[in-house]
């Protein structure tokens, strides 16, 4: 089962660099079972209605948080 999280900066993880000051969506991993993929595309400033119509999401890139079609 694959869980999206959509959202801001309150959702985006950060570089390793920035380790332990982190969004509660890097943490989401350690509560979920095994057999669920946590695949975050949260940003800074997104939203999810701004992430439908990014020019990312609209020509169908991949970003590198989410796993390959």
Aim: glycine residues 6%; proline residues 3%.
């Amino acid at each position: 089962m694959n869980l999206y999280i959509f959202g801001d900066s309150t959702t985006q993880e950060l570089n390793e660099d920035m380790y332990p000051q982190q969004s509660w969506a890097y943490f989401l991993r350690d509560y979920v079972k095994d057999d669920v993929n946590v695949i975050n595309v949260g940003h800074a400033g997104y939203s999810l209605k701004s992430f439908i119509y990014s020019v990312d999401y609209q020509n169908g890139k991949v970003r590198e948080n989410e796993p390959e079609k």
